[in-house]
């Protein structure tokens, strides 16, 4: 079966960077719309970063912050987060989908990581 598996959350400071993993198994990766939701405290889950059609995708609030990269043939795929502030603390996820469209929609996407948390000081 399908499974997602992150890794690389933790707590740091304002400024500090941190690098997410998202390891698949049981899909053929290069074939699926990869993405990363994260939920806040006390917040519904929202869309952070999605590979799509070709293309990254990045909600506002991180653009020039956050970058996603993939490697196929791991079957990983990362996000390298800098400039890290507190308002980026949540639960990480990583979402997977053969379609995942639209990208930014988490009921786009049939398959999700357990999560990985990450807590920013200030």
């Known amino acids: 079966q399908v499974q997602l598996v992150e890794s690389g959350g933790g707590l740091v400071q304002t400024g500090d960077s941190l690098r997410l993993s998202c390891e698949a198994s049981g899909l053929y990766f290069s074939s699926y719309t990869m993405a990363w939701f994260r939920r806040a405290p006390g917040k519904e889950r929202e869309f952070v970063a999605a590979?799509?059609?070709?293309?990254?995708w990045y909600e506002d609030s991180v653009k020039g912050r956050f970058t996603i990269d993939r490697d196929n043939g791991k079957k990983t795929m990362w996000m390298q987060m800098n400039s890290l502030k507190p308002e980026d603390t949540a639960v990480y996820y990583c979402a997977a989908d053969l379609n995942g469209s639209p990208y930014n929609a988490q009921w786009a996407y049939s398959y999700w990581g357990q999560g990985t948390q990450v807590t920013v000081s200030s």
């Open positions: 590979f799509s059609g070709g293309n990254t």
